[in-house]
């Protein structure tokens, strides 16, 4: 069974910059969460995508957008970055919409200068 | 909003138990969860108890729930080494889907 993978590793932009971040979920797993985690603090959650739809959103602008394809991978889009958006960033994967159990890859970290 | 409290840091001895503490504002959590999370990795889901429940035991983790006072802790019997991490606290309940987590606590092992 193939845990949860996440692509690129490190990545550094320029502010103003757009990003995109992929995941990969669990086999057999149908829904994604991202959380944003800043130096120092516990994970903040940006959004879910259940069924390719998606499934609630935290409190993060609009300029943080997401798909998820239907194999279930899924990616996180940021536009326009600002240095806060430094952190890493988790994607979690679980099954059904209501997400009971969520099974967190490696991170991407990135960094905004 | 709800709100999820941990204390920053615990040191404990090889060999003797570690106990992290949490606590919660949202009564209306129905799973409270324990992550792991080692340097520069994500975050290892240890183990989650659901709020009807008081206590749950895995192995050398155990996970006590005082419902009342809104309190969680997590019991790592004879800790290791490897033990060190960040140990965080989350809670989620039925409807929402997002978990919200404390800050966490950096659990040192003194040799």
């Known amino acids: 069974e193939t845990g949860v993978t996440q692509s690129p590793t490190h990545l550094i932009k320029t502010r103003g910059q757009q990003v995109t971040l992929r995941c990969s979920s669990q086999?057999?797993?149908?829904?994604v969460s991202w959380y944003q985690q800043a130096l120092g603090q516990g994970p903040q959650f940006i959004f879910q995508?259940?069924?390719?739809?998606?499934?609630g959103r935290g409190n993060f602008p609009p300029r943080f957008s997401g798909l998820q394809f239907p194999n279930y991978s899924s990616e996180l889009n940021v536009n326009a970055l600002e240095l806060d958006d430094s952190a890493l960033y988790l994607c979690a994967s679980s099954s059904g919409a209501g997400a009971y159990e969520q099974y967190f890859g490696p991170g991407t970290r990135l960094t905004v200068t | 909003g709800e709100d999820v409290e941990q204390s920053l840091f615990l040191s404990v001895r090889e060999g003797d138990s570690s106990v992290i503490n949490c606590t919660y504002t949202?009564?209306?959590?129905?799973?409270l969860y324990w992550y792991k999370q080692e340097p520069g990795a994500g975050l290892q889901l240890l183990t989650y108890?659901?709020?009807?429940?008081d206590m749950k035991q895995d192995q050398r983790l155990t996970v006590l729930l005082n419902k009342k006072d809104k309190h969680l802790s997590l019991r790592i019997a004879d800790t290791q080494t490897g033990d060190s991490a960040i140990y965080f606290c989350a809670s989620k309940w039925t409807g929402n889907e997002k978990l919200t987590f404390g800050t966490g606590t950096r659990l040192t092992i003194i040799p």
């Open positions: 949202d009564s209306s959590s129905t799973y």
């Open positions: 086999s057999g797993h149908n829904t």
């Open positions: 108890i659901f709020s009807n429940m």
């Open positions: 995508y259940y069924r390719e739809e998606e499934n």
